[in-house]
């Protein structure tokens, strides 16, 4: 089967930790992108990657860090400057063939950190 | 740069009636248009897309949304809602080119007997 994957589903943390939340995919896109999700918030865009070994900030980069040594995996790492991280995490990813395609997402990953 | 704006943050409907969620974007060029729906604790399910040509489009679980350039909107209908429609509504913008999507803050839609 295609897709994206997360993993894990929960994370716990403690509070000055880093963390690094997986996202996986199979699908041979060539775009990634890591977005953030509050209550009443909707999804706010972290960082993006269009290409291996690029990536850009996205509204919300402060606190985050990301890799991309693999067209397949996009790490995102929650670090200890990050004043609120805990909130649910989607990684998504999209072809960017000719035209307009739409972003697929995996299941997410909920963090919380005490 | 463009925006989404989805007005209703709650919408609640009885089970069988009609369905309406309002999106308003901010683009200045043609934008491609895209509805999400997430059930709680998931990710995000395509339900339809706009790109270009006819303004009506169909989707899936019996969705679809007009595009109405005039008014910039792009709103999602569904004849007779069922309870597993419940779950929370993305509107998504994307301008021309590979920039990420834009999302509105979503709508919750919650169904009863």
């Known amino acids: 089967d295609g897709g994206i994957t997360q993993s894990p589903k929960y994370l716990f943390r403690k509070e000055g930790q880093n963390v690094t939340l997986s996202c996986e995919q199979n699908?041979?896109?060539?775009?990634m992108y890591w977005y953030r999700q509050d209550p009443g918030q909707g999804l706010r865009l972290i960082y993006y990657?269009?290409?291996?070994?690029?990536?850009q900030k996205g509204d919300i980069a402060e606190g985050y860090s990301v890799s991309r040594e693999k067209k397949e995996s996009f790490p995102l790492t929650v670090t200890s400057a990050q004043k609120n991280p805990t909130a649910f995490y989607l990684c998504?990813?999209?072809?960017?063939?000719?035209?307009?395609?739409?972003?697929?997402f995996g299941p997410g990953t909920r963090l919380t950190v005490t | 740069a463009q925006s989404v704006t989805q007005p209703d943050i709650h919408i609640t409907v009885s089970e069988g009636a009609s369905l309406e969620l309002r999106c308003n974007y901010s683009?200045?060029?043609?934008?491609?248009l895209f509805w999400y729906v997430q059930s709680p604790g998931q990710g995000l399910q395509l339900l339809l897309k706009?790109?270009?040509?006819?303004?009506l489009v169909q989707g899936i679980k019996g969705f679809e949304a007009e595009f109405k350039r005039s008014q910039s909107s792009f709103n999602l209908r569904k004849p007779s809602v069922h309870w597993s429609d419940a779950a929370e509504y993305f509107c998504?913008?994307?301008?021309?080119?590979?920039?990420?999507?834009?999302f509105g803050k979503g709508t919750r839609l919650s169904v009863i007997a």
């Open positions: 998504a990813s999209r072809s960017l063939d000719p035209g307009w395609n739409e972003q697929y």
């Open positions: 699908l041979n896109h060539d775009a």
């Open positions: 990657s269009q290409i291996v070994n690029d990536f």
């Open positions: 683009y200045g060029a043609t934008p491609y």
């Open positions: 706009y790109f270009s040509g006819d303004t």
């Open positions: 998504a913008v994307g301008a021309s080119g590979n920039t990420p999507l834009v």
